[in-house]
């Protein structure tokens, strides 16, 4: 059974860092990515990681996001950068398995605010 473990999220001042974790288990992953909601809204894809390393970002965070993984831990990371008020939303961590199967974590609220 997959399961996934959020974790990093909080509160944080305009221009701050934050770094988000999750940690997957229960099977072998390709890509891992991360995606947020704010209410209202549709979820949208913030960044992605193939098992080889190969990364894509969302536009309007290109240069200040950097998506990583470990993948002997079955890990995925975002640090944060230089976050704005914009930023706040919920970051769900999302997995793709190589049996083509695809996960969504619980979620971990972020919140940019002074």
């Known amino acids: 059974q997959v399961q996934l473990v959020e974790s990093g999220g909080g509160l944080v001042q305009p221009g701050g860092s934050l770094r988000l974790s999750c940690a997957a288990s229960g099977s072998t992953f390709n890509v891992m990515g991360w995606y947020r909601q704010v209410p209202g809204k549709q979820r949208e894809l913030i960044a992605v990681i193939t098992s080889g390393g190969r990364t894509n970002y969302k536009d309007s965070v290109k240069g200040r996001f950097t998506i990583s993984r470990d993948n002997a831990k079955n890990t995925v990371y975002l640090q944060m950068n230089s976050l704005r008020p914009e930023d706040t939303a919920v970051y769900y961590c999302?997995?793709?398995?190589?049996?083509?199967?695809?996960?969504w974590g619980r979620g971990t609220q972020v919140t940019v605010s002074s």
């Open positions: 999302n997995v793709h398995t190589t049996q083509l199967k695809e996960y």
